[in-house]
Nanobody
């Protein structure tokens, strides 16, 4: 089971950190992805990280602003959102899978989403 937290209202140019805590299984052996879905849009992969944390992927829209990380000792992954923009407003989901992938279908454990709203 995955539980995402840390969402809320943030001003453009501010910062926010999302957390994704796993329970019932060891996150160490799983890649973790952060996805988001805005109203009327398809779910998209924002960032992902391998189980060891040695490889990361970022969508072009968030490169240089968002950072994905993990602390396997805490069974938790994070998404640091710096300089968010209004277009980053969405429900954010964390997911875990055995494969480091860009495809949502490769992630088999999903948590409930957390709303992020970027607005002044």
């Amino acid at each position: 089971q995955l539980q995402a937290s840390g969402g809320g209202l943030v001003q453009p140019g501010g910062s926010l950190r999302l957390s994704c805590e796993a329970s019932g299984f060891d996150l160490d052996y799983h890649a973790v992805g952060w996805f988001r879905q805005a109203p009327g849009k398809e779910r998209e992969l924002v960032a992902s990280i391998t189980g060891a944390g040695d490889h990361r992927y970022y969508a072009d829209s968030v490169k240089g602003r968002f950072t994905i990380s993990r602390d396997n000792a805490k069974n938790t992954a994070y998404l640091q959102m710096n300089s968010p923009k209004p277009e980053d407003t969405a429900v954010y989901y964390c997911a875990a899978g055995k494969k480091f992938s860009s495809w949502a279908s490769d992630f088999d454990s999903w948590g409930p989403g957390t709303q992020v709203t970027v607005s002044s």
